[in-house]
């Protein structure tokens, strides 16, 4: 067996970079943790205050778009708070080629119903979205969360629950 000790590898042309399949290329992170409080008679999105661009350098690479939201769900009863990802604006599909998206036709990311549940509840909706090669080499693409309250309910929905919770969201490019 032969081991290979280097102090520094050197990109062949300028610009390039090292590609080694599986390792990070770019790590971008945002983290929330602002209140935001709202009561809806009807299904409501609220575009949250996680906004990350990313500006892929490969077009192999897979994009992931990872985190988690802090969710105050008031005691009362059936809500039921959703995640979606929004790129550029538009919310992101399993059809426009995400791995972790659901196919119906809400596209949530990540999803939470308590019904007739008695006291406050406190939680973080975890999510991770992935895709290869969907995003253009050179092009800026901006990310944001959505949260909607799905049920149609006058209940109060607490984002980041009062302080008590916070929220991050990761994005990453990884060589393939």
Same mark, same amino acid.
């Given at each position: 067996m032969s081991i290979l000790k280097v102090d520094t590898i050197n990109e062949k042309t300028s610009g390039n970079g090292v590609l080694i399949p599986g390792h990070v290329i770019q790590y971008l992170?945002?983290?929330? +943790? #602002?209140?935001?409080?709202?009561?809806?008679?009807?299904? #409501?999105?609220? +575009?949250?205050?996680?906004?990350?661009?990313i500006t892929p350098l490969h077009s192999s690479s897979k994009i992931v778009v990872e985190g988690h939201i802090g969710v105050n769900i008031a005691s009362s009863s059936n809500d039921a708070p959703c995640l979606r990802c929004l790129m550029n604006g538009t919310v992101q599909t399993a059809a426009m080629g995400w791995g972790g998206i659901g196919s119906n036709g809400n596209h949530f990311i990540a999803f939470y119903h308590d019904q007739h549940h008695q006291r406050d509840l406190y939680t973080n909706l975890s999510f991770k979205i992935s895709s290869t090669g969907l995003l253009t080499v050179g092009t800026s693409y901006s990310f944001q969360l959505q949260l909607r309250n799905w049920q149609n309910n006058s209940n109060t929905l607490i984002y980041n629950g009062s302080g008590y919770l916070a929220s991050t969201m990761r994005i990453m490019e990884i060589a393939q």
């Open positions: 992170d945002v983290h929330e +943790n #602002t209140s935001i409080t709202f009561s809806s008679n009807a299904s #409501t999105n609220i +575009n949250l205050g996680l906004v990350k661009s």
